[in-house]
Each structure stands twice: as structure tokens, then as C-alpha cells.
């Protein structure tokens, strides 16, 4: 499975962003994570393609939206309201499951995004 993320950037605070993943495979879920320098990988989101439940950190509960287009076989992260904290390596990855919060659940990985937020 080969996933790709893109998007990513420099955004002041308060500003958005959307990421998108390309997938070679869009059977189960695919997640949305980050990792920041010195950090673990944080589990951010993940979405199913049959059907429309989701999942959301805490984190990033009400400011981040995930969404997909099944047969394009991509999935974004809307991310709205950043903040300096959000700073990191964005990527997203591949689960045999139908949902997976944790970052060991996920067998495939993109190469990663850089997100910074700074003004």
C-alpha cells in the first residue's frame, strides 16, 4: 500500500489548512497522525470508506475535520484555528481494521507532511 500525503505548509496562527493522502488502497480505515520534534506519534483521526463514522482526538476534537472521496481513494484533514502546537510532521497511514486510534494498528505510512505554525 502506498500512501502520500500533501498540503502541508506555513500558517500563522488562527490560520487552516487542508491535507490530503492518496492512497493505493482504501478498504479499511486510514488515520491521520502527527508527530512533533522530540514527541510520540500522535493519533489524530481516522475514517472508514463504508461507511461515516469517525474518530477524533481530544486534541483536535472541533477544529480538525476528516472527510474522504472513496473513489478517488483520498482522504483530507481540514484543520482549522492552529496553533503553534499543532507544528509538526503530519502523516497518514493504512489499517487492516475498520477504525484505529493507535499509531501501532497501522501497517502503512506516507512519507509525511510538514506543518508549521508560526508568524
Known amino acids: 500500500v502506498q500512501l502520500v500525503e500533501s498540503g502541508g505548509g506555513l500558517v500563522q496562527p488562527g490560520g487552516s489548512l487542508r491535507l490530503s493522502c492518496g492512497t493505493s488502497?482504501?478498504?479499511?480505515?486510514i488515520g491521520w497522525f502527527r508527530q512533533a520534534p522530540g514527541k510520540e506519534r500522535e493519533a489524530l483521526s481516522c475514517i472508514s470508506p463504508d461507511h461515516d463514522a469517525t474518530w477524533y482526538a481530544s486534541s483536535v476534537k472541533g477544529r480538525f475535520a476528516i472527510s474522504k472521496d472513496t473513489a478517488e481513494k483520498k482522504v483530507y484533514l481540514d484543520m482549522k484555528d492552529l496553533q503553534p502546537e499543532d507544528t509538526a510532521v503530519y502523516y497518514c497511514a493504512h489499517t487492516n481494521r475498520r477504525a484505529g486510534s493507535r499509531a501501532n494498528e497501522y501497517d502503512y505510512w506516507g512519507q509525511g507532511t510538514q506543518v508549521t505554525v508560526s508568524s
Open positions: 488502497r482504501f478498504t479499511y480505515a
